[in-house]
């Protein structure tokens, strides 16, 4: 074999790695990178708001329920955008283009509540 021929045949063999290499890279590289998404949280609020003004008269009440509704709110934003590897931001800050999850959300909110009532419950009967 040729000084050129095997030069030739050492190029082609490096960018075949290179190339294996690289496609194997992009492939985990963009499996980690998560997408946008975007949540209606003024949406959200304002349900909340228009919930707590017709169910708590007292302020106390109202201000630990709003603190309730505060951490539900954050447990499920957490447990949607690592469930669905995406970044969710407020629709607001969104033009256009990214998955809405406001209805994943707010299920997940509903499961929390549930969860805490059960637990509140339990320990109740304790």
């Given amino acids: ?3 050129y021929a095997t030069v030739g045949a050492a190029v082609l063999l490096a960018t075949g790695v290179a190339a ?3 496609a194997v890279t992009a492939h985990i590289v963009l499996e980690r990178v998560p997408r946008t998404g975007s949540v209606r949280l003024a ?3 304002a349900d909340y708001m228009a919930r707590a003004a017709r169910e708590h008269g007292d302020r106390d009440e109202a201000v630990e329920a709003a603190r309730d509704w505060g951490k539900r709110l954050d ?3 957490v447990r949607t955008a690592a469930r669905r590897h995406v970044v969710l931001l407020p629709a607001r ?3 256009a283009g990214a998955e809405d999850f406001t209805a994943e959300v707010k299920a997940a909110m509903r499961a ?3 969860e805490h009532e059960l637990r509140a419950s339990q320990e109740a009967k304790r």
Avoid: I
Wanted: charged share 15%.
């Fill in 43 to 45: 949406e959200l609020t």
């Fill in 93 to 95: 800050a969104v033009a």
């Fill in 1 to 3: 074999m040729s000084a």
């Fill in 75 to 77: 447990e499920a934003l």
């Fill in 20 to 22: 294996s290499v690289s």
């Fill in 112 to 114: 929390l509540a549930r």
